[in-house]
């Protein structure tokens, strides 16, 4: 079965800083790959995909992913954080049937001015 | 262009009273439909999907249930709400046919059960 793990539960930035947020899959076949945000008693929105192309995936938001196939990885990045940047993000893989997305826990950020 | 209602948007209601949650979809044909419970602000549960009309498949067991009387409306219900019923639900959509992009999720509806 198709799954995503986020290691994290939550990162912590400072402003201007570099962030990276993990996620890694385990799919059978090609992986579609999502990451969403998620601000607090909001719904989720959409930040960026990968189906296929390119590894580096640009976004909403100034974020970009980096698909890495050999390391099932698909981390979320973006060169400089800020405060308004803090959100729960979930990483999620399409279920095999199709129809489905499968998320993870979800990974808190936190950016500190 | 495609847009989601979701409401309300708050909702506070006694236990054993019962519940309705909708959920419209415009600017597209046959959406997949979808109900999220997202409890303790954390993780996503799938409740209850569609891919047409009438056609509703069920996660997990619950207190819960969804009809999908039209295409592009999806109702979440309840008979008598339970405390553990608390929570944030979302509901989103996908497209039905052609390009599978993901979902769009609504703003949600926070409900609270006392």
């Known amino acids: 079965a198709q799954s995503v793990a986020q290691p994290e539960d939550q990162v912590n930035v400072a402003e201007g800083n570099p962030l990276t947020v993990k996620c890694t899959y385990s799919?059978?076949?090609?992986?579609?790959l999502f990451w969403y945000v998620q601000y607090p008693n909001r719904g989720l929105q959409f930040l960026l995909k990968?189906?296929?192309?390119?590894?580096l995936v640009k976004g909403s938001y100034g974020f970009e992913a980096e698909f890495n196939k050999s390391q099932t990885s698909f981390h979320l990045k973006k060169p400089s954080a800020l405060v308004s940047d803090s959100a729960l993000y979930f990483c999620?893989?399409?279920?095999?049937?199709?129809?489905?997305?499968?998320f993870g826990a979800g990974t808190i950020l936190r950016v500190k001015s | 262009s495609q847009t989601i209602h979701q409401w309300p948007a708050t909702l506070v209601q006694p236990v054993g009273s019962p519940l309705s949650l909708e959920c419209t979809v415009e600017g597209t044909s046959n959406p997949n439909l979808y109900w999220y419970r997202q409890a303790a602000g954390r993780g996503l549960q799938l409740l209850f999907y569609s891919v047409g009309i009438g056609q509703i498949s069920s996660e997990v067991p619950q207190n819960l249930s969804a009809s999908r009387p039209q295409d592009r409306q999806f109702i979440l219900s309840s008979k008598k709400l339970l405390l553990s019923d608390s929570g944030f639900y979302l509901c989103?959509?996908?497209?039905?046919?052609?390009?599978?992009?993901?979902?769009?999720f609504g703003s949600g509806t926070r409900l609270t059960v006392v």
């Open positions: 999620a893989v399409r279920d095999m049937n199709g129809n489905k997305l499968v």
């Open positions: 990968y189906i296929t192309g390119d590894n």
């Open positions: 989103a959509w996908s497209e039905g046919q052609g390009l599978w992009d993901g979902y769009t």
């Open positions: 799919v059978s076949g090609n992986p579609y």
